[in-house]
């Protein structure tokens, strides 16, 4: 299989001998350097930019409408190329290039990297064409099911041979019974049974815009116990409004400014807000970044991009700047009539970027005034990630406290910082120039402060996941503490609740200090200055506050506590306590004991994973750990995001629902066309009705074959077989009708707090089915008996003549047993379909229930009746119209009678109880589920102190074998503890 280029268009390539000749894209090759028209063009390939540059639409695999810029990679740099580092100079296969940039008389140029499926949009086809494959309970009980199966035929089969060759049948006759017993028992049709139930709820799906690529993830959606939120774009309106800035003056952060007019022309926050972002004009329209739109709409300047034909670079040589300028200057020019000299005084133009980067978090640009004698660098980022790379004499006093003021209230902030670059920087050095020596030493300028409002559906809808016990958590790049008050906000940490943060912090040569966690409560932070010490950078090593925290010690006096974490912190425990990390899940172990040693050594972090509803500040990449962590903690595990930022966790999660279009999100197994996360519900209750059909339909084609296994066997005694008109009114007429229209009713109108079962080895489907299944045995020998007891039965009379013709089948035992069977299947049908709480009652389902009524009819007349010669003689059924008779096949409607009453109380009033799932956990002496997060929240229950907040944890030398901690109170007194 090839994967072909969606573009016909040729492309110039670069021969060995410096000429340019066309070839088409398909003839493309790793290691060719192609030519980037001017007017752009829609990527056939993966290829490296080495000259100019390019404006990229990547909507079709980020999700993002804004065009992204790509810069050339620097000549100078001796490391590695990488995909995933150096992507901002790559142009992907599948996107499309808008606008080119170039030095004058010069070509934008690419290398080619990848093609076909080895390109990003390649592996995701191949992720589409492929997917990881599930390790779900049903799928591997099912298998082990038709293997019981598989086997009680074979048992069958040698009993049918033992059968046929005491009454001395040839052989031929023996193996042709023999193997009637394999379709019967292990019916053809029992895979596309199954996965009734999934089409129907995909079809469901379909019709309120929610559309899934991977039809098995369904069913696993019915078992989700825990669902992982994106914030912002997810939880939050996309859209951000600016509140204000708050510049840094004198050392200090004072009151917030509304009205950016109030600013200096040339204060430096507002020449870096008109600045530093990554807009881009395109058909005369300004593009780009919304949250770089919003801030330079707010300053009122204007952006000027000059033609690449005015063939005057002006002020800035050679190449061509785009410029931003105050928008009342150019009105006073043109009102005054000012030299054009003088009108390029406030001009700024912007001469280098260095995009965006969600791991950074942060980006930089890189300008030049025309009255300036040196360059001047913008770096605008997270407030804790820009006072890092700042020096510590620019930064306010007041920084942590104004932090956390409107932090904690739910806005987001967004910190900038500026330096002059040396005078001696020539323009010819900016190719050259690194990322790192741009954004260090800065001047710390001022803050940004943005509001991000909830969606009106986001609380109703973690408000129903939690009333049905579904943990939900919010992974998200924002800053933690307005992670937390949206947490607050949408219901994910109800009110009353404290919220813990957990730092982790490495170890600090300086100090000789060991890498340790900090247990602060967020209460204790808002009393603290050093609030961020969370999302610190890690530059200031000594945690002063757990050495003086004695005074804040508290104690939970109850469970409802949830943990926050940084991105930061997350790697720190990865790297750092990795005796906390579980390498192994419960699958490795063989007994509960030895599931407990497993996971007591690495309670630390599954305790912070189990507690843990605030996770900021994660990189993609951690996304994609966090839900991979949450997984080998057994938690059946669903992710919601709407950008690209969150696709390989969408991929990594059990079931990923993608709020965006984009292509890359479209490799999540769900993708909804509404965004909203009011689709989740909708999921989870389809994948509970198409889990629950799914059990239905298994165990109503198991004992189908089961009604039909034990007629068959018991005809076999008699010498005689089922017609094959039987086997067509009980395998094509009741079966598939039943089949294909019991998934047909639709979910529970709400979500309940308990999963429907994952297994069918769970103890209470195999005493439905094994219980079904004696009945299904005793009401057959039942029947049979009752014929032989009438005074008018005589056995069926042998004859000879040909083999294949020695077995009648139009005879009373086999006319009986059709009958009964048949209405075994109906009752089975109506008995395993169930109601509530996962699917609506049988009655809505019209259809189903109308075919059952309709088929129950049909045997029943030709039970009770003599429907005409033709009938009988074309289903081969016998019938006498004696009254005595008469009796007798009423006396059989009675008996089918009490057969489904039989049927209907085991499962209601036994299988479907709580008091019998009581006595079977009684008998398997469980008294406890084996889930690895629910042995892990038992013990956090049995834990009166913890957390221990207000202290810090010590990790011991990671030479030590043993895995402990020493814990340290506020006193410095140590309290030794083994994990």
Known sequence: MVLKSTTSEKFQV??????????????????????????????????????GNCIVNEGVLTGESAP?????????????????????????????????????????????????????????VRSILFPKPIGFKFYRDALRLVGVMAVIAALGMAYSTYIYWKHGEGIGLMILRALDLITIVVPPALPAALTVGIVYSQRRLKKVGIFCISPSRINVCGKIKLVCFDKTGTLTEEGLDLMGVIPAVDGDLGPMVANLADLERQDPLLVGMASCHSLTMIDGKLNGDPLDLKLFEATDWVFCEPRQDDGDSGAFDSLIPTTVFPKKRVEMNLRDGFEKEEGSDGHVGIVKQFPFSSGLQRMAVVTRAPDDNCFTAFVKGSPEKIVSLSRPDSVPLNFHKTLHFYAHQGFRVIAMGYRKLDPKLAFHQMARLKREAVESELTFIGLLIMRNNLKPESAQVIGDLIASDIKTVMVTGDNMLTAISVGHDCGMIPKGDEVVIV???????????????????????????DVSLAESDGSSSTPSRAISANEYLITMDRPKYHFAMTGRSFSVLLQHFPELVPKVGRNDCCTMKATLRCFEVFLPFCQIMVRGTIFARFSPEQKTQLVEKYIDLEYITGMVGDGANDCGALKA????????????????????????????????????????????????????????????????????????????????????????????TKPYDRLVSHRPHGSLMAPSMIVSIFSQMIIVVGFQTMAIHFLQHQSWYSPISLYDGPEDEREKVVNWE????????????????????KGPPYRKRIYTNVVFLAAILVLAFLTGTLLLYSPGKWLEDLMKVVHNPEDSHLSFRLAILGLMAANLFAAVAVEELIVDRVWFKRVLKTIRRKKHSKSAFKMVRRQLDKEIQFPPVGRTTYAKDADDAASSVVAVDAKGGPDSTNL
């Open 814 to 833: 086999a006319t009986l047993l059709f009958l009964v069977a048949a209405f075994q299947d109906l009752i089975l049908a109506f008995v395993f379909s």
């Open 14 to 51: 670069l021969l060995d001998n410096g000429e340019f000749a066309e070839r088409s894209p398909d003839s493309l090759v790793p290691g060719d350097v192609i030519v980037i028209p001017k007017h752009g063009c829609l990527m056939p390939c993966d290829a490296a930019l080495i000259e």
């Open 68 to 124: 992204v810029t790509k810069v050339p990679l620097n000549g100078q740099d001796a490391e590695i190329f990488s995909g995933e580092e150096h992507k901002r100079h790559i142009l992907f296969h599948g996107t499309t290039v808008i606008q080119t940039r170039f030095y004058e008389g010069a070509r934008v140029l690419a290398v080619v990297c990848q093609t076909g499926f080895y390109t990003v949009k390649g592996d995701l």
């Open 503 to 529: 730092d982790v912090l490495p170890p600090d040569e300086r100090t000789s200090s060991l890498a340790h966690i900090l247990w602060r409560s967020n209460d204790l932070a808002s009393s603290s200055s």
């Open 653 to 744: 999660a059990h079931a990923g629902i993608s709020l965006s279009e984009a292509e890359a999100s479209v490799a999540s197994p769900f993708t909804s066309s509404r965004n909203t996360i009011e689709c989740v519900p909708t999921v989870i209750k389809e994948g509970r009705c198409a889990l629950v059909t799914s059990f239905g339909i298994f165990k109503y084609m198991a004992l189908y074959s089961m009604v039909q296994f034990v007629a068959v066997l018991i005809l076999y005694e008699k010498r005689t077989i089922l017609a094959d008109m039987h086997f067509l009114y009980l395998d094509m007429v009741i079966t598939t009708i039943v089949a294909v229209l019991m998934g047909y």
